[in-house]
């Protein structure tokens, strides 16, 4: 004797399996942050950024912005020790979703190269020298700050 197993019995059971295997899953996940969202609350929280090193065109310029610090609000920086590259005060927005370039309201377009709760790396193309008092305070040239935090 042949058993035979109908149609909308193997039907059902396939549909049980399919419900089944979807258990657990939210059916209506929150919004998503994009990675802009995800770098402006990494910039703005835990204090400001201190420099670590900065190259221009490969040549270590650490000395020209000894001391230097950033502090990031959600559209405002405030600097210390910044010279002619990094103004005391000013705003700044990223350019789209990704959070991987920053508009400064000066013109300036810097990449986030690296970002990390304690380490920051930013790119950016100064065009200018600007001499100080017997010094130079910028040098213009491809610059790539590091910046940490405690």
């Known amino acids: 004797m042949k058993k035979t197993i109908s149609i909308p019995v193997v039907a059902i059971v396939i549909l049980s399996m399919l419900t089944l295997s979807n258990c657990g899953e939210d059916p209506n996940p929150g919004p998503t942050s994009t ?11 835990g204090g400001a950024w201190n420099l670590q090193s900065v190259s221009v065109d490969g040549v270590d310029r650490t000395a020209v912005y000894k001391d230097l610090k950033v502090t990031f609000s959600s559209s405002g920086f405030t600097t210390t020790s910044g010279g002619a590259v990094w103004p005391a005060t000013g705003t700044w927005s990223f350019s789209d979703d990704t959070g991987t370039t920053i508009n400064r309201s000066d013109g300036l377009k810097i990449t986030v190269a690296e970002i990390s ?26 610059h790539v700050f590091t910046f940490t935090r405690p």
Request: no cysteine; proline share 3%; hydrophobic share 35%.
């Open 117 to 142: 709760a304690k380490k920051l790396v930013l790119n950016l193309t100064w065009t200018k020298n600007t001499l100080g008092p017997g010094r130079v305070d910028s040098v213009s040239g491809q």
């Open 35 to 45: 990675q802009a969202e995800l770098n402006l609350t990494t910039l703005t929280t």
